[in-house]
């Protein structure tokens, strides 16, 4: 980043040496033209979780997803290949499907029937015959790039971005040695919940582990906040992984069982929480400068303890994120006060986990995304 592209505020202007540095100024986090910045410079450009590829298993299966502000097709077609499209009809810009569905043959635009194959070809247009220089070839769906890395699924809009694989390097490693059963893993649960916070704040508290001592009694009774080491740090992902302590009624572990985390840019983060084998892969959406719409799913694989998976999803979805969305939300609302603009970036020369440096490199990519 240059000089004349970090951002000021009340207590200086941002810094790429994090022990230096004060935080993002407050407006990073409500003002409208800056979201508008990070629609067309980040969401329309990177790749961002959309599911996983079980969600799909037959021909004709089908399922629509936001990237942010923009509406996608994900489809397995006859050949049971996954492909993306953007899930608007190529005559009047009518969306085409909602929801998710199965055995579909073919796509039909219910406002004038145009229709067309699983692969984006348009294969009728009701009464076009007549048209001067209408050619059915340029009409076909809008494709969206589609990348798979261990069963996940990621889209990206940029036609022009880099593949995944070279965005991620060895991403797919760190989930499959990890994970010694993650081969088997489906989702088993999902959550979606709406957060009235900026996407960027509800990122912000998934990318350190600062605050699992004070916000957090039941997790710290789980986790061992002394352990926390990287594992791996790449430009568009960080892998984390920390100890646990023997837990608490109900939720019983081995003391020294493996948490991990990994945090992915631009918008997903992942925990593999002790207990049992699992995943929970984690999607923060924006919409709008004010509210964010957080999904997550519980990968298991199938024979997964029962009660031992239910405990994990109790922890998660009932428990720490429950506590994550009123800290947010908090947050949110105080970055709009008079009376803060900026902070300080708490962090350790090891760039661990339990201090602010993953929250400093998170932001650093965002100024360098908005700078163009």
């Given at each position: 980043m240059k000089g004349t592209d970090l951002p000021a505020g009340e207590r200086g202007a941002f810094d790429p040496e994090a022990r230096r540095s004060p935080t993002l100024p407050s407006r990073y986090y409500h003002d409208a033209e800056i979201h508008r910045g990070e629609l067309r410079a980040?969401?329309?450009?990177?790749?961002?979780?959309?599911?996983?590829?079980?969600?799909?298993?037959?021909?004709?299966?089908?399922?629509?997803?936001?990237?942010?502000?923009?509406?996608?097709?994900?489809?397995?077609?006859?050949?049971?290949?996954?492909?993306?499209?953007?899930?608007?009809?190529?005559?009047?810009?009518?969306?085409?499907?909602?929801?998710?569905?199965?055995?579909?043959?073919?796509?039909?635009?219910?406002?004038h029937a145009w229709t067309y194959g699983l692969d984006g070809r348009l294969l009728q247009a009701p009464h076009t015959e007549r048209l001067q220089g209408f050619d059915s070839a340029e009409f076909g769906l809008r494709p969206v790039r589609l990348a798979?890395?261990?069963?996940?699924?990621?889209?990206?809009?940029?036609?022009?971005?880099?593949d995944f694989e070279a965005e991620y390097p060895g991403l797919e490693e760190t989930f499959t040695s990890s994970l010694p059963g993650y081969s088997d893993f489906e989702p088993a649960r999902q959550f979606d919940f709406d957060i009235a916070a900026n996407w960027k704040i509800v990122v912000d508290n998934f990318s350190e582990g600062y605050h699992i001592p004070v916000a957090h009694r039941l997790l710290t009774r789980v986790l061992d906040n002394s352990t926390g080491q990287c594992r791996r740090q790449e430009r568009n992902y960080a892998f984390f992984e920390s100890r646990s302590k023997s837990g608490y009624d109900g939720y019983e572990i081995d003391a020294g069982s493996p948490y991990r985390s990994w945090?992915?840019?631009?918008?997903?983060?992942?925990?593999?929480?002790?207990?049992?084998?699992?995943?929970?892969?984690?999607?923060?959406?924006?919409?709008?400068?004010?509210?964010?719409?957080?999904?997550a799913d519980l990968?298991?694989?199938?024979?997964?303890?029962?009660?031992?998976?239910?405990?994990?999803?109790?922890?998660f979805a009932e428990q720490f994120?429950?506590?994550?969305?009123?800290?947010?939300?908090?947050?949110?609302?105080?970055?709009?006060?008079?009376?803060?603009?900026?902070?300080?970036?708490?962090?350790?020369?090891?760039?661990?986990?339990?201090?602010?440096?993953?929250?400093?490199?998170?932001?650093?990519?965002?100024?360098?995304a908005l700078a163009g």
């Open positions: 980040i969401f329309h450009r990177s790749w961002c979780y959309v599911g996983h590829a079980s969600q799909l298993p037959r021909p004709g299966d089908y399922r629509v997803e936001q990237v942010a502000d923009q509406c996608i097709l994900l489809l397995r077609d006859g050949k049971s290949q996954l492909r993306a499209f953007f899930n608007v009809c190529q005559h009047r810009g009518h969306q085409l499907l909602s929801g998710a569905g199965s055995g579909r043959k073919r796509i039909v635009c219910p406002y798979q890395c261990a069963g996940l699924l990621f889209a990206n809009l940029d036609p022009a971005a880099a945090t992915l840019w631009p918008n997903t983060c992942l925990l593999s929480l002790p207990g049992c084998e699992n995943l929970v892969v984690i999607r923060m959406a924006p919409d709008g400068p004010d509210r964010c719409r957080e999904h990968l298991a694989a199938p024979h997964a303890p029962a009660p031992r998976l239910d405990a994990v999803r109790q922890l994120n429950v506590e994550d969305i009123a800290i947010v939300e908090s947050v949110h609302r105080g970055l709009q006060s008079l009376g803060y603009d900026q902070g300080r970036y708490v962090v350790d020369a090891e760039g661990g986990w339990y201090s602010e440096s993953g929250l400093h490199q998170f932001h650093c990519r965002i100024l360098e």
